[in-house]
Each structure stands twice: as structure tokens, then as C-alpha cells.
């Protein structure tokens, strides 16, 4: 039996992980392979982690590492050194990581520091934006991996364009060469899976007390929150359009920020805590249209059907802007603004993130 210590820590880590671990729990013994689920503790409220758990089925953590907040190098650096004590003392074959947060690089990190191979789930992906936290963390992981499990064919792209494959050569070590393989998007099997759990999903805009139609918005990312002339734009954008309903699960960061700096939103605005996954894929599902910085949004807005505006000035999901599905607005009050009015929904729906059996691929490969 070969074991795979994932790592994870923050919210859309754990809707991915919800997809492997149950493929894991139920074929694991067949292929070989157990899993032991590390949660680094990044994120701790009830409703940014163990919703998700409770919700999706995902196996109780064999270990909490309970980092919580903390500035980057505080947060990462502590995460690295209790990995790495786990690391040592489970022996692992395998160090599995997802997606771009501070999570995903202590995992990489620790593991590749101790020789183990690393798997990078949803590998490959850019925004060419290095300023972000989220692209040093995929660029490093990307560099520290051995399995690069790439969701798009623009994924595998950015790799050939960047020569990590070549990180490889006669006489270097396992844990340095290249195994890339599409294997899909692991959300995309996530929200086909997870959709059939939700009963009734009209019914949950009556739950939340938002009238139909209405519109969906996040924001978390740093380059909005953190940047008072950019989260101001985004603001007086959302102030403008008062003539719609928007329902707003806010993040606890954005909620934090919008106090401190005095961002007031109009009636038409509905804010909220945040939801369970459920509840987000019943909204998703029932919306009129998504305003969003994040990443996972962007897609199930596509995988729901909806039209996207991105309010961010670049996305590593460049398909969906090419085949009309998103809109990217930036922080452009009027061109925010504009998308919305403007927001249609495409008379196609491409096949762009694979056939839904990501976590399959996945595990029949590390097998
Ligand atoms: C992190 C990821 C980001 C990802 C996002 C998903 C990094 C660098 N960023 O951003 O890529 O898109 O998760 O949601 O890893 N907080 C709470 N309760 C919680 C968690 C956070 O109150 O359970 C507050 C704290 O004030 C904390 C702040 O949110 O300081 C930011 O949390 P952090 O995990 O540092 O970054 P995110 O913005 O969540
Ligand atoms: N999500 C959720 N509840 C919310 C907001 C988001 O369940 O209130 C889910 C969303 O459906 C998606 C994931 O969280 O599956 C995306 O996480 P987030 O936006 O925090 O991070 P990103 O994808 O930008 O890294």
C-alpha cells in the first residue's frame, strides 16, 4: 500500500478534495494507494471548513495543523515546519497538493525538501501576474512537482511555453521528472457530482431572502482587498447598479476590510455570510449572472450556465473569455458596469474541462 498525504487548508481545497478523497476511500485499496488528509488550518471558521466536510462527505482530517492567520511568511513558514515534522514521521510516497494558496506551497515545499514526489492538482495554470500570492505559490509548486495534473489544454501550453518538462534529463532523480497529464478539471466533476445532492434548488433564494432574478457576487482576492482605490471602483460599480437585486456571500477578509475602510453598500445588496458549497451551487444555478474575483466562481458560472464578469484584469481560465462565457471588467467602474448590462448568455456551451472523471485519472496514474 502506497500512502498519499494531501495537503490542504483553504475553502476551494476542500471542494477538490472532496472529489479525490471519496475516488480514494472507495477505490483505494483496489489501486494500492490510502490516503492520510493533512489540514493545514488556514482557514478555521465554521463556514469556510468544516461546512464543507460536514456537507461533502469529506473524510475527518487525520491531522489539523491549526496555522490559522497570519501574514504569508508567518502563515507559510509555519505551515512548512509542521508538514514537515508529519513528513517525517509518516514517511509518505507521495505529497498531493491543489490548486495556488499558501497551503499548496509549504505542502510542495516540505515534501520536495525531504525527496518525496509531489502531485500538483489544477498544475499550470497563469495569470503572468507574479505580484499575486496565488502565482508564485502555482509557479513554485509547479517547478517542485513530478506530477503536474494540468485541467485545460491552455495548461498544458503555459508549461511547454515555460520548459519545465526539460527540468528533466538522463541521470536526474525521480522526484525531477515530468509526468503531465490533462486530466480535466477536478471541479467540473465536483459540480456535476455535488449538483444531484441539492434538492429544490429554487428554493434557495427564498432561504437566503433575495428576490429572483437576482445577481451573485464574491471578492476576496488581495489585489482588490487590499487596494483601497481598486475595492472603492468595485464598490461604486455594485452602488450603481441599483436597479438589481445582488446577493453577496461575503469572505471574512472582505467583510474585515469593508468595516475598516467604511465601503457601505445600497439596500439592493444582499450581504451574507458565507454559504456551504450547496447553497453556493443552488445559487450558482439560480442566478441571473456572476460578478466575481474568484477562481473556482468563474467556472461554475460556466458549468451553470451563467454568464461571468471577472473582476480581476486577468484570468488563468482564459477559455472561458474566449468562448464569451466571462467578461473581464477589471476594477473599471464603467466597465463593470457595461458587462453587466451588456451580459448575455453564449448560444454555446464548449466542452472545455474535460469529461468529469478527473479524480479517476488522477489516482490511476499515481497508482
Ligand atoms: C486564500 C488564498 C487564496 C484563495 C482563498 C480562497 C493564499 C495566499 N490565498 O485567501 O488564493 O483564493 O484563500 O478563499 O493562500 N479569515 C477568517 N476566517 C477564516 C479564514 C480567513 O476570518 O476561516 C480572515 C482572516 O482575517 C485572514 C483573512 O481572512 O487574515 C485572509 O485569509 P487567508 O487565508 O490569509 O487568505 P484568503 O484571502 O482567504
Ligand atoms: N464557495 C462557497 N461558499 C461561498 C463562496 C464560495 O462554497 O460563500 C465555493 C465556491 O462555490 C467554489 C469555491 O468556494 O467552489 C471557491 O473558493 P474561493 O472563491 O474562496 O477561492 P478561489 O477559487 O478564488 O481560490
Not at 475527518?60 to 490559522?68: E, F, I, Q, R, S
Not at 450556465?305 to 464569451?324: F, N, Q
Request: charged content about 25%.
Amino acid at each position: 500500500m502506497k500512502e498519499i498525504l494531501t495537503v490542504v487548508g483553504a475553502r476551494p481545497q476542500f471542494v477538490k478534495a472532496a472529489v479525490l478523497s471519496r475516488y480514494l476511500n472507495e477505490n483505494g485499496e483496489r489501486l494500492g494507494l490510502r490516503e492520510c488528509l493533512v489540514h493545514t488550518g488556514q482557514h478555521y471558521d465554521d463556514n469556510m471548513s468544516e461546512v464543507f466536510f460536514r456537507e461533502m462527505g469529506i473524510p475527518t482530517p487525520d491531522v489539523n495543523l491549526a496555522v490559522g492567520s497570519g501574514s504569508h511568511g508567518k502563515m507559510t513558514g509555519e505551515m512548512l515546519a509542521l508538514l514537515e515534522a508529519i513528513m517525517l514521521e509518516r514517511k509518505p510516497d507521495i505529497v498531493l497538493v491543489y490548486g495556488d494558496t499558501n497551503s499548496t506551497l509549504a505542502g510542495a515545499l516540505a515534501a520536495s525538501k525531504l525527496q518525496i514526489p509531489v502531485a500538483h492538482v489544477e498544475a499550470c495554470l497563469r495569470s503572468y501576474m507574479m505580484a499575486m500570492p496565488e502565482e508564485q505559490n502555482r509557479r513554485l509548486a509547479d517547478q517542485l512537482s513530478t506530477w503536474l495534473f494540468c485541467p485545460t489544454a491552455t495548461a498544458i501550453a503555459n508549461l511547454d511555453e515555460e520548459g519545465i518538462r526539460d527540468l528533466a534529463g538522463p541521470g536526474t532523480p525521480t522526484a525531477d521528472r515530468k509526468r503531465v497529464t490533462n486530466v480535466g478539471d477536478i471541479m467540473y466533476e465536483a459540480s456535476l457530482y455535488y449538483r444531484q445532492a441539492v434538492s429544490a434548488p429554487e428554493s434557495v433564494a427564498a432561504r437566503f431572502s433575495v428576490r429572483v432574478p437576482f445577481s451573485l457576487l464574491t471578492i476576496h482576492r488581495a489585489e482588490n482587498t487590499d487596494d483601497p482605490t481598486r475595492l472603492h471602483c468595485i464598490a461604486d460599480a455594485i452602488e450603481a447598479l441599483s436597479d438589481r437585486t445582488i446577493l453577496f456571500p461575503v469572505h471574512p477578509r472582505t467583510r474585515k476590510i469593508m468595516a475598516a475602510s467604511g465601503v457601505h453598500l445600497g439596500k439592493h445588496v444582499r450581504q451574507i455570510d458565507p454559504v456551504g458549497y450547496l447553497d453556493m451551487i443552488a445559487l450558482e444555478s439560480t442566478c441571473e449572472l456572476v460578478l466575481t474575483d474568484s477562481g473556482g466562481v468563474q467556472k461554475e458560472a460556466f458549468f451553470f450556465g451563467k454568464p461571468c464578469i471577472t473582476l480581476r484584469d486577468a484570468t488563468e481560465w482564459v477559455e472561458l473569455v474566449d468562448s464569451g462565457w466571462n467578461t473581464l471588467a477589471g476594477a473599471d467602474t464603467e466597465k463593470i458596469i457595461e458587462a453587466v448590462r451588456a451580459a448575455t448568455v453564449p448560444a454555446n456551451r464548449p466542452a472545455l474541462y474535460g469529461d468529469g472523471a478527473c479524480a479517476e485519472k488522477i489516482a490511476r496514474e499515481l497508482a
